[in-house]
C-alpha cells in the first residue's frame, strides 16, 4: 500500500517555485510532527487558506522554527494543489 501523503516532486516545485529540496523537508517535518497531537490530516483534505491560519499554532505546538514552519506550509499546499489541479504559486 503507497502512503497516501504525496510525494514532493519536481512538478511541486515548480508550480510553487521553490526547491524541491523545501518541499522534501516540508513533507519529512509533517510527517514527522503533525501527528504528535492528532490524526495526520491529508493535505488534500485541507483548504490551503485555512493552513495558513493554523500553522503558527501547530508549529509552535510541534517546536517548529520559523524555517520549518514556512517548509511544511509550502509542502501542504504544495500537495493540495497537486492533488486538485490547482495553480496555487506564492
Do not use: F, K
Not at 11 to 40: D, F, K, S
Not at 59 to 77: G, H, T
Amino acid at each position: 500500500m503507497s502512503d497516501p501523503i504525496p510525494e514532493a516532486t519536481p512538478e511541486m516545485a515548480l508550480e510553487m517555485g521553490v526547491e524541491q529540496e523545501q518541499l522534501a523537508r516540508g513533507r519529512e517535518m509533517y510527517l514527522a510532527n503533525c501527528n504528535r497531537c492528532h490524526n495526520r490530516v491529508l493535505p488534500e483534505t485541507v483548504d490551503p487558506e485555512y493552513w495558513r491560519g493554523v500553522m503558527p499554532h501547530m508549529a509552535r505546538n510541534a517546536e517548529l522554527s520559523e524555517s520549518q514552519q514556512e517548509d511544511v506550509l509550502i509542502y501542504l499546499m504544495a500537495a493540495h494543489g497537486t492533488v486538485h489541479g490547482l495553480n496555487l504559486e506564492h
